[in-house]
């Protein structure tokens, strides 16, 4: 009786919440992640899950446990946007695959806070790379609306929606004409159509009559469902996320405001962006831009370079690298660090080291309207740290500590699982079945 | 068992005579202005029309180095990519050679080409050993899909020289940003046997030919696993699963070796590519994620008499590094590509790092247009997870991984991957270490002459497809 107690005991123990604590770490070099250069010698505290200080060691109130960080980097956690963590055990296994769903009547009320999974292992493994929250998208697949994306902590808890509902994403030029029946004017009258009952629904404009859906044969592009969730969009409330990569398509979508003054705009992927670099920054539009895509990959992405971010960010345009393109978000480092390489290259444009660090924690925080609360290391802020083998901008650099939210996060997962059990090939006495 | 190469060799033999024969008859009929060829009229009508016989050179490479200057670097780090390094070097190349590789006091001739290396560092021209640049050029239109013939599961036929597209600005990208001179165009995994590979030289051409690699061996891609089992099986035919897959290609190979043994076989293309493999000539370049399918390929290579060279996309050959040394052969690999497919979901970043402890051969390669501009920097991170768990792989190592080592599994190591005196002078100038992820190739030299120069905008190809375009010329 009393082991069935224990171990029930030890049961719940594992289940429960993991409680903050109280950290204060000295003798680092440490980043605020707000775009100044790192501190050495610095000082990071955090108590009841709050970042209360981070600089220089003098000037830093006492208290918690100490950690040393013997002059390593300290950072707040990477802000991975656009991801699709948590949607997709293994992407091209469709059964476990939530990031699409070609097959359903609905569009933009999809939502994908519904289907977050927080102990997929692409979590894990990302939160092992120093990502500690993320914009998670779905992706539009049968209409220009994908649906309405959340932002995620990765800290594998019960709870990993921080914010549901923080954006529609929706696909315009190539991706959202293919969507909408084949032509750009077909995914522009959609989303015009769209809007305007949205409008009509959030009772902006009186006398539209509202449809129930809209719809081609057997294909419905929008029903009176997504249309109601498009209200928010429509009433500025929501931010709506559009894929557009072309010079044109970038000045078409900045246009929508004249239409819908209230839309509160971002730019994902943006490759040719660097080309209305000016009318970007006009507009105030932030862009979570393709970082290294240099290549024509379409016929949209002719100018493609990769001095399109730091080009756009010269410019005056807030700007954050896009994940989405990337073989795995754990790669922002590797883009950032490239960013910083292109400084010493003849008439490239590419970011400081502390503009290429904000690209990956602050900016895309503050797009995805956690301005101040993540990706940097202010006080006020949530208690993601991160403390690094190496410049974390640097080829293989990891975190050897994660914190999220204050709480010391565990970075073990299949990846480490499988690294320790073939870490030598030895099965003299028993298969490697047995060694876990 | 296939034993008798001769045979065929002296049908090879007749065939040239007749094919010699065609060739004039063809000019005598085409321009009758001019004197008849030497030939007598019986024998124009005893053989009319001969193809080019099978083992001649067809398609052959017409490229040539171009112009180059007699050229010395002085004072960098060498990396030579055969696991050497020297600090302080020269490296010194002349008629588009290796001319001598030392240290501080190797001669320089006085009149000659001098570049001051301090603070930088050479290595050899990085080589991917798996790309499909041409075959799956961008832009990335239906119109340019020519990498997979999947019509057939086996289509040994099919030469993936044949659906290069020159003007692919993906080349120009792997030169400037990712300091590569010669990659191997395979085709893609739909099929259990895809087709020859193409070795280039990453050098702008009009034609194929004009890029393709002097003297280099064919390969032939094959593929394990879920991709032929699922694009057949979904048409209802063999293959639908992986023993299926295995199941046709041992059916393909004995089928090959009755034609290699049958001196009165008709031509035929598919088995002249499997015959080519069986007798050595043409290497195997076999996609393939899972260890336990390795093994299995491993021993059908051995029922049929064949060599694999080189696995690609071999994520979980960590698990049988034992196997693949003593099997001596290499797997190709990604840094930290894991989790997309079924077949990937054991990937982690110490797979380089437990080959290397293992003594099996790596080599780092991109499959994509992008990574292709980064081999330095994928093979740094798989050397970094080494690290950690306590590997010290020296980075003069880690440069053969892109280098030697992938010109080895495409058998051009005779010729490339590393600087050694008399090797082609493919070699790059990087403006830092070409480990860290804040250099960058700062001049590329193809056989001697300056191919890409970071100084100078003008030595920056652009193909025709950019020309007039947004951003034609720009540093991409």
């Known amino acids: 009786m009393k082991t069935l107690l224990t171990l029930a005991a030890s049961a719940l123990a594992l289940s429960a919440p993991a409680v903050a604590q109280d950290v204060t770490i000295t003798n680092a070099r440490v980043v605020i992640g707000d775009g100044s250069e790192p501190i050495s010698g610095g000082t990071v505290v955090v108590q009841g899950g709050r970042v209360v200080y981070a600089g220089p060691a003098s000037g830093a109130p006492a208290g918690g446990t100490a950690v040393d960080a013997k002059g390593a980097w300290v950072t707040p956690g990477i802000f991975a946007t656009v991801t699709t963590l948590g949607l997709a055990d293994v992407s091209a296994v469709s059964e476990t695959n939530d990031i699409t769903a070609s097959g359903t009547p609905f569009s933009a009320a999809l939502d994908a806070s519904t289907a977050i999974n927080p102990t997929s292992q692409h979590i894990l493994v990302h939160k092992a790379a120093g990502i500690t929250r993320a914009a998670t998208s779905l992706r539009p697949s049968g209409s220009i609306f994908g649906g309405q994306g959340a932002i995620i902590d990765l800290d594998g808890d019960a709870n990993p929606v921080v914010q549901p509902r923080a954006f529609q994403m929706i696909s315009l030029g190539e991706g959202g004409a293919a969507q909408a029946g084949g032509s750009r004017p077909a995914a522009h009258a959609l989303l015009r159509a769209a809007l305007r009952e949205a409008q009509a629904i959030a009772g902006g404009k009186s006398g539209i009559p509202e449809t129930t859906e809209i719809a081609k044969d057997d294909e419905v592009f929008l029903s009176r469902f997504d249309a109601e969730a498009l209200v928010p969009v429509v009433t500025g409330k929501q931010k709506l996320y559009v894929d557009a990569e072309r010079m044109a398509d970038i000045r078409a979508v900045l246009a929508l405001k004249n239409e819908y003054p209230k839309l509160d705009l971002v730019l994902v992927g943006a490759t040719e962006g660097w080309l209305v670099a000016q009318d970007i920054a006009a507009a105030g539009v932030p862009v979570i831009a393709n970082g290294l895509i240099d290549l024509p990959e379409t016929f949209e992405q002719l100018g493609a370079t990769q001095s399109n971010a730091g080009r756009l960010a010269r410019a005056g345009v807030k700007v954050a690298i896009n994940a989405a393109t990337l073989q795995d978000p754990r790669r922002l480092q590797q883009v950032a660090g490239n960013l910083v390489a292109l400084t010493k290259m003849p008439g490239a444009t590419g970011m400081s080291w502390g503009q290429a660090f904000a690209a990956i924690s602050s900016v895309p925080a503050e797009i995805s309207g956690m301005g101040g609360k993540a990706g940097v290391l202010k006080p006020g802020a949530l208690g993601d740290v991160v403390m690094w083998t190496d410049d974390p901008l640097e080829l293989g650099s990891v975190p050897t500590q994660v914190w999220i939210g204050g709480v010391r996060q565990d970075l073990t997962n299949h990846q480490t699982r499988l690294r320790d059990r073939y870490k030598d090939l030895d099965e003299s006495d028993r298969p490697k079945a047995y060694d876990w | ?476």
Request: aromatic share 8%.
């Open chain 2, 1 to 476: 068992m296939f034993a008798d190469g001769s045979a065929r060799g002296r049908i090879a033999l007749a065939t040239t005579l007749a094919s010699a024969l065609a060739l004039a008859a063809c000019s005598t009929t085409g321009d009758s202005a001019k004197p008849a060829s030497a030939s007598s009229k019986s024998e124009q009508s005893d053989k009319k029309f001969a193809a080019t016989p099978a083992g001649e050179p067809v398609f052959a490479s017409t490229y040539k180095p171009f112009p180059n200057v007699a050229t010395a670097i002085r004072g960098a780090t060498v990396y030579d990519g055969k696991g050497g390094k020297i600090e302080n070097g020269v490296v010194f190349m002349s008629g588009g050679k290796i001319t001598a590789v030392g240290g501080p006091d190797t001669p320089i001739p006085a009149d000659i080409a001098v570049f001051d290396g301090a603070g930088k560092f050479v290595t050899p021209g990085i080589i991917d050993i798996h790309s499909h640049l041409g075959d799956y050029p961008s832009p990335g239109v239906d119109a340019h899909s020519d990498g997979n013939e999947a019509t057939s599961p086996t289509t040994p036929e099919v030469w993936a020289e044949h659906s290069v597209w020159p003007q692919d600005p993906g080349f120009s990208r792997a030169l400037a940003n990712g300091g590569v001179t010669a990659l191997q165009i395979l085709p893609g995994s739909a099929n259990l046997m895809g087709g020859r590979s193409v070795t280039l030289k990453n050098v702008p051409a009009r034609t194929m030919q004009g890029m393709k690699f002097p003297g280099a061996p064919y390969s032939m891609k094959m593929a394990c696993g879920e991709n032929p089992k699922r694009v057949y099986g979904n048409r209802g035919r063999m293959p639908s699963t992986r023993m299926g897959n295995i199941a046709v290609n041992r059916e393909t190979w004995l089928a090959a070796i009755d034609y290699a043994n049958d001196p009165k076989a008709k031509r035929d293309l598919a088995k002249e590519t499997l015959v080519g493999v069986l007798k050595g000539e043409i290497l195997i370049q076999n996609h393939c994620y899972r260890a336990d399918e390795m093994a299995l390929v491993l021993d059908m290579a051995k029922e049929m008499g064949y060599k694999v060279a080189a696995f690609h996309h071999a994520v979980e050959a960590y698990k049988i590094g034992d196997l693949l040394r003593e099997n001596d052969v290499c797997s190709a690999i990604w840094a930290d590509w894991y989790g997309f497919k079924m077949e990937s979901y054991d990937g982690i970043l110490e797979n380089a790092a437990f080959l290397q402890r293992e003594g099996a051969c790596v080599v780092i390669h991109s499959d994509d247009q992008n990574d292709i501009q980064r081999l330095n920097q994928e093979a740094r991170k798989a050397q970094m997870a080494g690290l950690r768990m306590g590997m010290n792989i020296p980075d003069a190592t880690v440069i053969q991984w892109i280098t030697y080592n992938a010109a080895k599994a495409m058998g051009i190591a005779d010729k490339t991957g590393s600087l050694e005196t008399g090797k082609m002078a493919d070699v790059v100038l990087w403006n830092g270490d070409p480990l860290s992820v804040y250099s960058r190739p700062e001049k590329v030299w193809i056989d001697g002459a300056l191919m890409f120069d970071a100084m100078n905008p003008k030595t920056r190809p652009v193909s025709d497809f950019e020309l007039g375009q947004p951003g034609e010329g720009d540093v991409k």
